[in-house]
């Protein structure tokens, strides 16, 4: 599994995809982080990372299918998904290995943003479990948006078609409590508590506020699992398709 981890890693550093996606999520983090100081009034400046990390993630679904798109379905347009499902590799290893490739480059697309609150701690004050459980539930709530990305190209052998179903797909869990709070389900009191408890705004609001709650984490890791596990059925369902 490790030998494929490695392939899957090569193939976003050996060519500039890895580093344009990464490029233009810097880019978008600094234009929010400088924005944020051209608004300074007086001396000090109340700042907060989980509001720009939350702000870059409107920005960030964009990039993620990018980055997923090619996953699954760039093997079915080549035809090397038959050498890949057939390799010593069982399915459930083939999509764990694209996965933890895939989130490789996530958790160092992070890390280079970094350097923002480093230069915070050096020139004033930073609210230390604010900034760890922030970048902890937007490390987590892109995982989510990964694995759903995975999915959805397991489901097609258009790269670009499975971009824009996992576009669609991450816009409706952004926008889940905007559905919740609608005119529509403010009459279905029940049907909005539902709605609710997919939420990935509301979990990543107690992380942004210092908290870890672990029914929030719970929630997210329990999100990975079950979409992992939906494109795992869809690569098996495909395998056995093909005798």
């Known amino acids: 599994m490790f030998s494929l981890y490695k392939k899957e890693l090569r193939s976003y550093f050996y060519s500039p995809f890895a580093y344009v996606i990464a490029a233009l999520f810097m880019l978008v983090f600094s234009i929010d982080f400088i924005g944020g100081l051209s608004n300074l009034e007086g001396t000090e400046y109340p700042f907060s990372f989980p509001n720009i990390l939350y702000t870059n993630f409107f920005y960030f679904i964009f990039l993620i299918p990018a980055l997923t798109m090619r996953t699954f379905a760039d093997e079915r347009k080549s035809g090397t ?8 590799l069982n399915v459930f290893q083939i999509v764990l290995a694209k996965f933890l490739a895939v ?10 943003t970094l350097f923002f ?3 915070t701690v050096i020139t004033g004050e930073v609210m230390w479990s604010s900034l760890i459980c922030g970048y902890l539930g937007f490390f987590l709530w892109g995982l989510v948006c990964i694995a759903i ?8 052998e258009s790269p670009i ?6 576009e669609g797909a991450m816009i409706i869990l952004l926008f889940v409590d905007n559905f ?4 529509l389900f403010k009459s279905l009191p029940t049907a909005a508590k539902m709605i609710g408890a997919f939420s990935m705004e509301e979990r990543f609001a107690s992380f942004s ?11 997210f890791v329990t999100s990975i699992v079950m979409f992992i596990g939906f494109t795992i059925i869809s690569i098996e369902k495909r395998r056995w398709s093909r005798g």
């Open 81 to 88: 998904e038959v050498l890949l499902i057939t390799s010593p």
């Open 209 to 219: 506020q210092g908290l870890f709650g672990l029914s929030d984490f719970i929630f």
């Open 103 to 112: 989130a490789t480059v996530f958790l160092m697309m992070m890390i280079l």
């Open 180 to 183: 919740k709070n609608s005119g």
């Open 161 to 166: 078609i499975a971009a824009i179903l996992s």
């Open 149 to 156: 990305g995975m999915m959805m190209s397991s489901f097609t």
């Open 117 to 119: 609150p480093l230069l």
